[in-house]
């Protein structure tokens, strides 16, 4: 089985730039023949109801789904399987010291800086009197190159980036590889702010024996300040805007697409005719 999937956290409703990456994924997926499938993300902030009105959303715009939806805090074994196959070390670090730290001769432009790399043990007992310690990957490689449909080839830092975090939860750079293997995730289409952690999450795709998806990182939805589409900007969510009837249209006109359904928009879907830059919902 090869597939695309859709994975939203659910902390809220969904906006329009979710519901518009939604469509995008699914008419990548079901254009090239593949399973579209659903993956909820829940292993940080949850509010009460979303997932079911972020599902209801999804339907009421025509998108569909295989299998059953998965949930990611029901997988936490295969994360912890999967974090035995890796080369890691305890990191004591907070945000805020990283931030400060100095960063290595030659390390790439944000990466972690090592303070923890190479503790001995007896450091090590002595930091952890004072903070649990997150677990980061001991990376081999300070970059990765992955193609993405839209962007082509883009090389990105891969860093001693964290895999479990101090309280015990794993991380999404983890999770999201060692699900998409599970499912046969072989396609990701995601908002292009994510682009920068494809190179990380490929990477750690091919040190637990997989292949890299095909990636497509498609533009954000801005609101009229001209940054990424947030609450705050007013009507955003589906029932905001007057439902389906209303925002579907809307998704539409902004890709270029015609047909009133999104089975119907799948007769002339092409990717290459997809705008490259950002769509600022009009308020």
């Known amino acids: ?44 902030r949850v509010a009460d109801g979303a997932e079911a009105r972020q599902l209801a959303d999804l339907t009421s715009i025509g998108l569909d789904w295989d299998g059953p939806v998965v949930r990611q805090s029901a997988r936490t074994d295969r994360y912890a399987a999967a974090l035995e196959k890796l080369d890691v070390y305890e990191c004591y670090c907070t945000r805020r010291e990283i931030l400060s730290a100095p960063s290595a ?36 490689v300070d970059a990765f190159t992955v193609t993405d449909v ?3 080839e883009y090389t990105g830092v891969v860093d001693d980036f964290v895999l479990r975090r101090g309280d015990g939860t794993y991380a999404y750079n983890l999770a999201v590889v060692v699900d998409d293997a599970a499912q046969g995730v072989d396609q990701v289409v995601r908002g292009d702010d994510l682009l920068s952690s494809a190179p990380r999450q490929a990477h750690l795709t091919t040190l637990l024996g997989g292949v890299p998806a095909t990636y497509a990182h498609v533009p954000m939805v801005l609101g009229p300040t001209g940054i ?46 997809l705008p490259r830059e950002p769509w600022t919902l009009p308020l």
């Open 228 to 273: 990424r589409l947030a609450k705050r900007d007013g009507a955003v969510t589906l029932a905001q805007r007057g439902g389906a009837g209303v925002v579907l249209p809307e998704i539409a006109a902004s890709l270029g697409l015609r047909g009133s359904t999104p089975h119907e928009m799948l007769d002339d879907f092409d990717p290459a005719r």
């Open 1 to 44: 089985m090869t597939a695309g999937r859709y994975a939203p956290s659910p902390s809220g409703d969904l906006h329009v730039g979710n519901l518009r990456t939604a469509l995008l994924a699914w008419l990548f997926a079901r254009s090239t023949g593949r399973e579209f499938l659903l993956r909820v993300e829940d292993l940080d």
């Open 105 to 140: 001769p030659h390390a790439p432009e944000g990466a972690y800086p090592g303070t923890c790399r190479d503790l001995t043990e007896a450091e090590r007992a002595v930091r952890r009197r004072d903070r649990p310690a997150a677990l980061r990957l001991r990376s081999a």
């Open 150 to 152: 839209l962007h082509g």
